[in-house]
């Protein structure tokens, strides 16, 4: 078996409001809606489907060191990004290094994402 591709879900409060956020801050477009879902896609094809909740939402995991992104992205050149993001206003925390350079943020429901660059 070679998996070929993949998705993730991603709880959101509001499909309006989270389809112009991935969008506007990570360039995701919508390729499908229908009320259960709507799928976005990047230019590269990575799919994500987010899924209206209602109540508490969050999907990151806890560590006794604090919340972990369930959600990462590998990207090129991520000082230039991380610049772009504070200018735009996305709370980002600092970029840190570990097996490369990462930094995280979270959407508008609180889901935390993780953008990294592999060690060169």
Do not use: C
Request: glycine share 8%; proline share 2%.
């Amino acid at each position: 078996m070679e998996l070929i591709n993949g998705y993730v879900y991603i709880p959101v409060s509001n499909f309006d409001k989270a389809t112009e956020w991935y969008n506007d801050i990570l360039g995701f477009e919508l390729v499908f809606s229908d009320p259960l879902y709507r799928e976005l896609r990047s230019r590269s094809g990575i799919r994500i489907m987010l899924i209206e909740q209602r109540g508490s939402i969050n999907s990151h995991m806890m560590y006794d060191t604090g919340a972990q992104a369930s959600y990462g992205f590998s990207v090129n050149d991520i000082e230039k990004i991380y610049s772009e993001f504070i200018s735009r206003g996305v709370e980002a925390k600092k970029i840190g290094e570990y097996q490369g350079k990462s930094f995280s943020f979270s959407d508008l429901d609180g889901n935390i994402i993780e953008l990294w660059e592999e060690q060169k």
